[in-house]
C-alpha cells in the first residue's frame, strides 16, 4: 500500500475502484479472497482503491473495521493508493479514527448519513473529526445539497477536506445545479465522479472534474482504465463506446441494488467467492444471479 500524505495528482491517475468486501460463511472477512480482487484490480491497472458503500462499511463493526484496515494494508501492493470509509454516525467515525490512527492511509473518507443530519451540523462533524484524525478527510456528496456550497466553502477554508467523491444522481447529469454550485467553491481537480463509467464522460467533460470512481470496474478493470484515458485523451467516441460495454450491468444495479447486485456480479465473473454480505442486506436471489450472468455474458466476462 502507498503510504504517506494523500497526493490530489492520483485522482486523474486511475479509476477508483470501490470494491465489495468478501466474506466466509461466518461473516468473518476473508483476506484470502479479498486479496483476489485486489489482485485483479491491479493487473488491469487500477492503483487506486476505495472502500466504502460495495463494502457494506456502513455496517461493520469496530473489530470488523480493525481487521479490514489490517487486511488491505497488507494486501495492497507498494504503488496502489487505499482509502477506507468510517462513519456514518459521528460516535462510530470517533471510535473508528482511533483506530485508522494506528495506520498509515494518506486520508478516508466519511460514509453519509441523510438521517438525523443538517448541513451545519455535518460541517461541524467533519471538522471535528478531521481534526481527531490530523489530516483531512474525504467528503463523500450523495444526496442532494446534503452539505451547502457555503458550509464547503468554509471546510475548504479551513484545510479540512482531502477530495469531493460526488455521486449525487440525476436523471440527467448534464443538468445539476448542485454540483455547478459545488464547483464554484471547491478546485475541480479535487473532485472526483462517484456514480461509476455511465456519467462520468459528461463530469469529466461537461464539468471538469478529474476522475471517476467505479464498482463495475471490479470485473472488467481495463476497459474501465482506458475509457479513464479516452475522456481524458478526447477520443469520445470510444469512451462512449466503453461506457456502453458496462450499461448491461450498471442497468441491473439500478434497476435491482447496486451493492447487492455488485457483490454477486464479482463472484460469478470468477473474480473472488465474496461470500455473504454483510448484513442488514442479503444476498441476492437465483432468479437476479441468472440476469447478473446474462450481463456479464453480454459483456463477454464468462461463457
Known amino acids: 500500500m502507498k503510504t504517506g500524505p494523500f497526493?490530489?495528482?492520483?485522482?486523474?491517475?486511475?479509476?477508483?475502484a470501490v470494491p465489495p468486501l468478501a466474506r466466509d460463511a461466518d461473516?468473518?472477512?476473508d483476506a484470502d479472497e479479498n486479496e483476489k480482487i485486489i489482485r485483479f484490480l491491479e493487473a488491469g491497472g487500477v492503483r487506486s482503491l476505495l472502500y466504502g458503500g460495495n463494502a457494506v462499511?456502513?455496517?461493520?463493526?469496530?473489530?470488523?473495521?480493525?481487521?479490514?484496515?489490517?487486511?488491505i494494508s497488507d494486501s495492497a501492493g507498494p504503488d496502489t493508493t487505499v482509502v477506507p470509509s468510517f462513519g456514518p454516525s459521528f460516535g462510530i467515525a470517533?471510535?473508528?479514527?482511533?483506530?485508522?490512527?494506528e495506520f498509515d492511509f494518506g486520508t478516508a473518507m466519511l460514509l453519509p448519513s441523510r438521517d438525523i443530519v443538517d448541513s451545519t451540523g455535518i460541517a461541524t462533524g467533519i471538522r471535528k473529526?478531521?481534526?481527531?484524525?490530523?489530516?483531512?478527510?474525504?467528503?463523500?456528496?450523495?444526496?442532494d445539497r446534503w452539505l451547502s456550497p457555503e458550509d464547503l466553502k468554509s471546510l475548504e477554508s479551513d484545510g479540512v477536506i482531502s477530495w469531493i467523491k460526488y455521486a449525487v444522481v440525476r436523471d440527467n447529469p448534464a443538468e445539476d445545479d448542485y454540483l455547478r454550485e459545488v464547483l464554484d467553491v471547491f478546485p475541480a481537480e479535487r473532485i472526483v465522479s462517484g456514480i461509476g463509467e455511465q456519467p462520468a464522460i459528461v463530469h469529466l467533460r461537461g464539468f471538469g472534474i478529474t476522475g471517476f470512481t467505479s464498482g463495475c470496474v471490479c470485473v472488467a478493470p481495463r476497459k474501465s482504465m482506458d475509457m479513464l484515458g479516452s475522456i481524458q485523451g478526447g477520443d469520445m467516441e470510444m469512451a462512449?463506446?466503453?461506457?456502453?460495454y458496462f450499461q448491461p450491468l450498471e442497468?441491473?444495479?439500478?434497476?435491482i441494488h447496486p451493492i447487492r447486485v455488485l457483490h454477486e456480479a464479482v463472484a460469478l465473473a470468477g473474480v473472488a467467492e465474496t461470500g455473504p454480505i454483510q448484513p442488514m442486506l442479503s444476498n441476492v436471489c437465483d432468479e437476479t444471479k441468472s440476469k447478473i450472468q446474462?450481463?456479464?455474458?453480454?459483456?463477454k466476462l464468462i461463457d
Do not use: C, W
Not at 462499511?57 to 487486511?71: I, K, N, V
Not at 470517533?94 to 490512527?101: A, C, E, K, P, T
Not at 478531521?130 to 456528496?141: A, D, F, N, R, T
Not at 446474462?294 to 459483456?299: I, Q, W
Open 7 to 16: 497526493n490530489p495528482n492520483l485522482l486523474s491517475e486511475s479509476v477508483f
Open 27 to 29: 461473516y468473518q472477512i
Open 57 to 71: 462499511l456502513y455496517h461493520t463493526s469496530l473489530a470488523d473495521f480493525d481487521d479490514l484496515l489490517g487486511m
Open 94 to 101: 470517533s471510535d473508528q479514527i482511533n483506530i485508522l490512527q
Open 129 to 143: 473529526l478531521s481534526e481527531q484524525y490530523g489530516k483531512p478527510i474525504v467528503v463523500y456528496l450523495k444526496h
Open 240 to 244: 462512449e463506446s466503453i461506457r456502453q
Open 251 to 255: 442497468n441491473l444495479r439500478d434497476g
Open 294 to 299: 446474462e450481463a456479464l455474458r453480454t459483456m
